[in-house]
């Protein structure tokens, strides 16, 4: 765990949708190699000066990015925060800006899709903000001659020398950006520009050719090769041996009174009277997901199940463990074996407790799950049987 000070934040815009990609996807979780473009951009972020991390990501993939972030980060994880995104870029740095932590004092601002972009640069933009409290920005000088056109015509030169190329992050002082955001009636196509506008010096350091931004299939294409050359190396959380096992805790209750049938350790109860909750209320399942993300460091059920994801409306256990052994498995880690208690006075449980076991385990692919049920000899609201309350202990090892 950092101890250090930290009063630099850098937020790493991942929000947007890419569409000119063309890859079906938000443009940060597109895959360069194994990995995606996010995870190779946090990559630079953390090779880079402790600082807080804010990673914006788009509606529904929250959960996703804190796990992609948690591995990346390694014995910095405490300094990782996740924000939902906004409609527009500003939106989304907004947002960022609103979850920075109160003694941070320069931001930068950095774009994921800018995803190759060298630690050193990242520590220059901060040096400079700190050594002349101005705005920042990494440029290359432009080396193509620059035509002014209309249409397919030239009707002129652009003298070069008064150009360059902006890259990210760029970085100011907290206080100035903040202000800035404040003020701003329009949109910007940089966060440089936004601060200029509100009357504001920037400056600019050297970039990097490697700091090109993936917009095209061309782009994705480039950094494929480069990354071919030099493929991400992982990182685990500081502490972790290969082979040493992680232990979680969960818990999770739910109140009977939903529509339908109970469905309760991935079965369905017919009969019984359901449990309340945004998917089916499976408290058992539920309890799964907390420990098995609790023993990796990868958050919580809130974190990847939330009501900002609408295909787990109602959704059964099978789909919230087997989406939680694919975070798992694609942050490093199996899951060795999952223990569950229900406290509960109906339904009765020991009858088809086999036969939830199996259900349990096949939806975590296989890994072993062990269930036993109390009725808590009539104490507390499941002695009143008004609901379900179930806890887990799960094992994870890195893989």
Known sequence: MTTTRIDTAIIVVAAGSGMRLGAGSPKAFVGIDDHTILRHCLRGVFGAAPAQVVVVAPAGRVGEALAEAHEQAGDRRDLVTVVEGGRTRQES???????????????????????????????????????????????????????????DAIIGVVERAELAAAQTPQGFRRDVLVAAYERATREFTDDAALVAEAGHDILRTEGSALGFKITTPADLAQARRIVAEAPIAPVRPAGIVRGAPRVGVGTDVHAFGGDGSLWLAGLEWTGEPALSGHSDGDAVAHAIVDALLNAAGLGDIGTHFGTDRPEFAGAHADAFLAETARILSDAGWLIGNVSVQVQAQRPKFAPRRVEAESALSAALGGAAVSVSATTTDGLGFPGRAEGVQAFAVAVVLPA
């Open 93 to 151: 740095v907004a947002a960022g800006l609103g979850r920075v932590w109160a003694d941070v004092d320069v931001v930068l601002v950095h774009d994921a899709a800018r995803a190759l972009t060298p630690a050193d640069v990242i520590d220059r933009v901060v040096g400079v903000v700190r050594e002349t409290g101005h705005g920042v920005i990494p440029a290359l000088d432009v080396i193509d001659t620059i035509k002014r056109v209309d249409g």
